[in-house]
């Protein structure tokens, strides 16, 4: 069965840090790229950072470049992401996303490719 398991949320002041962990079943660690994405109310599920599993190359949505760095340890089938200045604009819920049919990186930020997906993990950052 296929599983995405988030942790790591939680609650910091602006300027903080935050690191997210999503251990993934085997099965899923086939795949061949994950993401993290986020989600306000009312909003649609945006892109964060995502990355192959083979290393092959990491991307980030401009709004998080330079603070955020997704990374993955194979040898206990997780991914991270570490947050880091925080700011109040990051605040929402966050969601590990598992493909095995992501065409090419440069569609990373849609949605549709991403059959696998966690149950979230909730962040917020107060000012």
């Not at 997780?78 to 880091?84: E, G, S």
Request: aromatic share 14%; hydrophobic share 35%; with cysteine.
């Amino acid at each position: 069965q296929v599983q995405l398991v988030e942790s790591g949320g939680g609650s910091v002041q602006a300027g903080g840090s935050l690191r997210l962990s999503c251990a993934a079943s085997r099965g899923t660690w086939s795949s061949s790229f994950m993401a993290w994405f986020r989600q306000v109310p009312g909003k649609e599920r945006e892109g964060v950072a995502g990355a192959y599993i083979d290393g092959r190359g990491t991307y980030y949505a401009d709004s998080v470049k330079g603070r955020f760095t997704i990374s993955r340890d194979r040898s206990r089938n997780t991914l991270h992401l570490q947050m880091d200045s925080l700011k109040p604009e990051d605040t929402a819920m966050y969601y590990c996303a598992a493909s095995d049919i992501i065409p090419d990186a440069a569609y990373w930020l849609w949605v549709g490719w991403y059959p696998y997906w966690g149950q979230g993990t909730q962040v917020t950052v107060s000012s």
